[in-house]
């Protein structure tokens, strides 16, 4: 292959790093998206936590304790009826699963390639 269009390795090196630095900025800017979009569900989460909170207390202070301990064990029965659901339906999904087989395959490095181009 003539000189004339075979890229050096300085010019490699240089269009590596423009490309790093493409692939930072993008990264970042879509790190940041998410850190705003973390930040809104924490406010979102944290503000009904805090009114589940305030709204158990005023009921706590209003219904009596059998009616507010039978609400909650309803609840809990629930969650566990749901909970009991999500697990069969995993291991029906997963029921067939034995091995997951995982194969990695490198590319070709490019210092090897033109390496071997060198020496014809």
């Known amino acids: 292959m003539s000189k004339k269009f075979h890229r050096s390795s300085k010019a490699r090196r240089r269009a590596n790093k423009i490309n790093m630095k493409n692939k930072n900025v993008n990264s970042s800017c879509l790190e940041t998206f998410f850190e705003c979009v973390r930040f809104q569900f924490g406010l979102l989460f944290g503000s009904l936590i805090l009114l589940s909170i305030v709204n158990f207390y005023t009921l706590a202070q209003t219904a009596p304790l059998y009616m507010l301990a039978a609400y909650y064990g309803v609840c809990v029965v629930v969650s566990l009826f749901a909970l009991c659901l999500l697990q069969l339906f995993v291991n029906q999904v997963c029921a067939n699963i034995s091995s997951v087989e995982i194969t ?17």
């Open 104 to 120: 990695v395959s490198y590319d070709a490095d490019e210092e090897d390639d033109d390496s071997d181009d060198d020496d014809e």
